[in-house]
């Protein structure tokens, strides 16, 4: 599904990312931690061409996301705010992201009801601008919204981060759901061992923009990155 | 305490990202500020002169008297565009163990410091010491300059108070209007002259003390009227306030006629309805409108060989275009706070540029329409504005945005239009000369040639030549918004 190959991503002298080889098969949930500056969202930035690579490839199904711009149809991310069309209420947004997917009032209202559970009766039919959201329900809206139009593949960055704990909870949910029923590959990056570990197949612990540890024995995992993160 | 809120504020505004980044943008409006201030100065050691002028035979004293309402009534006006609210660093200071009285108090004194301040100062004092002192003596001079200070410095807290109460609703607009209009509307249809029915208030700031006094009780109540309103509302709900959807903040259903772009088009507009800067340069465009007033009534400017003044194609190419160099030259630093969200999908980019395209020339179409009553000064203006608008969305537009896209600059779409300089950089200083020259370009060969509607027709057909390749000539902009999306969108994100 994807493949990275020799991705370097470089700021004059400093190396911040040097991944050698990454692949990540279709409908894995894969995890990404790492504190903070080792190049998760730098990461996922490169991956969806947001930020140019130094050298090296990222394909998304064989293609190279930097070429082409075919892949961002099978691509939903939620990464900040900068995704967000933050003077517009949630309910015009959807819209418009149903009217760029093609999707029909109903096929929207079935997507945004599978979310109805995590937004809690306070993010539609609100006529208020999401850039007067609270920082949670901002993130549920860009998170909803990554999911429109049936992606193939879903990039959230600390999707858990300032949600409360239901939420986290009906989070988890959704994304284990989501992978068994549509086979979406999610790529998650977490400072929540606990949520990581629980949802993701395997996880890849970056350290200074390298793969020190690409673990996929659910079972070891949390022992391992414990291990890790007490130092 | 005092000290360090200083300290911090001279911090603030040395490392604002804006001020850091273009030291030169930020020399250039110092010295454009300084230049203008200079000319105040200038317009006041002459002041004397100027009045024995218009009136003459009379003493200049009075002729200022009668007319120095006006000042005031200008004041009120440019007060209500510049004069910037402090309440934007409320958000960062309250929470700190300082009482807020007195950061109410250092906010108010220091909104004061400001050029606006000193502008009746600099305009009046030179005529008080040339012509006042000599004649009537020191106590008249003070008594005079004082009561004309006073009243500036009373409309500075008014202003501050009138602004947070009334701001960005139409309220608080249709009062200016109304004051303009009745003060000035009046006296030029000869209702009344409300310059001559304020004048012995003037006459006697000259003789006693009492306007003095006066006009020092009204500035401190006014301080104190400002004062007592931002401190009662000094809490984030109520300064800095949520707006509610509003009006003609719908789609317009015909512009999802366009497909992608026209999807685009109506976000723009909501982009523009709903953020303070956009919608400021908006009214302002509106404003534009009258310009032609300035000019085609003017006698200096009438015909006399049966083509019009060469200046009239640069009325032209502002009257319709306005909101498009207005609002384009920062093309896309409006969506800097999204941009992510139009690389993320499929064409996005281009459908963006497509939409903001539309919604330009959408808006010069409707400016061009607007324009259209001046038919009534003769039917030059209607070839005028016809040929300029052709060319605006034809060609002009293309050049534009070409221009614009020289390393964007994000910004706070929140923040005031009126003195911002967030998002503006060299590019939009340098563009306004081949915009203004390009329609001049065309123009002044084919008029010098043949005739000036000669060079009208070589406009419009250039701009209808531009408008059908417009296709190709967007997809240039649209290649080059393309290739540079990696630096546009990390500096949007403030990466650099």
């Known amino acids: 599904m994807i493949q990275v190959i020799d991705l370097k991503k470089q700021y004059k002298e400093a190396v911040v990312l040097d991944v050698n080889q990454l692949d990540i098969p279709t409908s894995e949930c894969f995890g990404l931690v790492g504190n903070n500056g080792a190049g998760k969202t730098t990461l996922f930035r490169i991956m969806l061409d947001l930020v140019r690579a130094t050298s090296g490839h990222v394909l998304i199904e064989g293609e190279d996301v930097s070429k082409s711009e075919n892949w961002k149809r099978k691509t939903g991310a939620y990464l900040d705010e900068h995704m967000l069309l933050a003077y517009l209420t949630p309910d015009e947004y959807f819209q418009t992201l149903g009217k760029l997917y093609n999707l029909s009032e109903q096929d929207l209202e079935m997507h945004l009801a599978k979310f109805k559970e995590l937004f ?33 593949v879903v990039f959230l960055d600390e999707p858990f981060e300032n949600l409360d704990p239901s939420s986290q909870i009906r989070l988890k949910k959704l994304i284990l759901h989501e992978k068994d029923d549509s086979k979406v590959t999610f790529l998650i990056s977490s400072h929540d061992l606990n949520h990581v570990t629980e949802i993701c197949d395997r996880i890849v612990l970056l350290e200074k923009g390298k793969i020190i540890n690409d673990l996929r024995d659910k079972s070891a995992m949390m022992a391992e990155l414990d291990a890790y993160f007490t130092g | 305490m005092i000290f360090e809120l200083v300290r911090l504020q001279f911090l603030k505004s040395v490392r604002s990202t804006s001020f850091a980044k273009s030291i030169l943008v930020t020399l250039l409006l110092g010295f454009l500020a300084l230049l203008l201030l200079t000319y105040v100065f200038m317009a006041g050691l002459f002041l004397g002169r100027i009045l024995e002028e218009v009136a003459e035979g009379q003493d200049p004293l009075v002729t200022l008297n009668a007319g120095i309402l006006f000042f005031f009534l200008a004041e009120f006006m440019y007060r209500y565009f510049l004069q910037q609210l402090p ?312 050049l534009m945005i070409y221009f614009a896209l020289w390393k964007p600059k994000p910004m706070d779409l929140n923040k005031g239009a009126m003195f911002n300089y967030e998002g503006v950089g060299a590019a939009q200083f340098l563009m306004v000369i081949p915009l203004l020259g390009a329609p001049y370009a065309v123009f002044l060969p084919l008029s010098y040639f043949f005739n000036d509607y000669i060079g009208l027709a070589g406009l419009a057909i250039l701009g209808s030549i531009g408008l059908m390749a417009f296709t190709k000539l967007s997809a240039i902009n649209i290649r080059r918004v393309h290739l540079k999306r990696y630096e546009i969108s990390s500096s949007f994100r403030q990466e650099l």
Not at chain 2, 280 to 303: A, C, E, K, W
Not at chain 2, 333 to 354: E, P, T, V, Y
Not at chain 2, 362 to 369: A, D, K, N, Y
């Open chain 2, 87 to 398: 309440v934007i660093e409320l958000e960062s200071l309250l929470h700190l163990p300082i009482g807020k009285k007195k950061i109410i108090n250092m906010l108010l004194i220091r909104s004061f410091i400001s050029p606006l301040s000193v502008m009746a100062i600099l305009l009046f004092t030179p005529f008080a010491f040339q012509n006042i002192m000599p004649e009537l003596g020191t106590a008249a001079m003070i008594g005079w300059l004082g009561t004309v200070v006073m009243i500036s410095s009373s409309l500075h807290w008014f202003m501050l108070w009138f602004k947070q109460r009334f701001e960005d609703s139409l309220l608080g607009v249709v009062m200016v209007f109304a004051v303009v209009v009745l003060a000035g509307g009046s006296t030029y249809l000869g209702w009344f002259n409300l310059g001559e029915v304020v004048q012995p208030f003037f006459e006697l700031a000259s003789q006693s003390f009492i306007p003095l006094i006066l006009t020092f009780i009204i500035c401190v109540v006014a301080y104190f009227m400002a004062y007592s309103y931002y401190l009662k509302n000094a809490y984030l709900e109520d300064l800095v306030k949520e707006e509610q959807a509003k009006f003609l903040n719908q789609n317009f259903g015909f512009l999802s006629r366009f497909g992608l772009a026209g999807e685009m088009a109506n976000l723009e507009w909501k982009l523009i309805i709903r953020h303070k800067k956009s919608r400021t340069f908006l009214m302002l465009s509106v404003f534009f409108l009258l310009y032609g007033l300035i000019f085609y009534t003017n006698p200096d400017y009438q015909s006399e060989d049966g083509g019009f003044r060469k200046i009239f194609i640069f009325v032209g190419v502002f009257i319709t275009g306005i909101f498009m160099m207005n609002y384009g030259q920062l093309f896309l630093s409006w969506n800097s706070a999204n941009f992510d969200f139009f690389l993320n999908k499929k064409n996005g980019l281009q459908a963006l540029i497509r939409g903001k395209y539309l919604i330009l020339i959408g808006v010069s179409c409707i400016f061009f329409l607007l324009s259209t009553p001046y038919v009534y000064f003769g039917w030059v203006f209607l070839f005028v504005h016809g040929a300029t608008w052709l060319f605006n969305i034809g060609i002009t537009i293309h």
């Open chain 1, 120 to 152: 809690n009766d306070e993010i539609c039919g609100k006529k208020k601008y999401i850039r007067d959201l609270s920082k949670g329900n901002m993130k549920k809206v860009g998170i909803a919204a990554a999911l429109v139009g049936n992606p193939e």
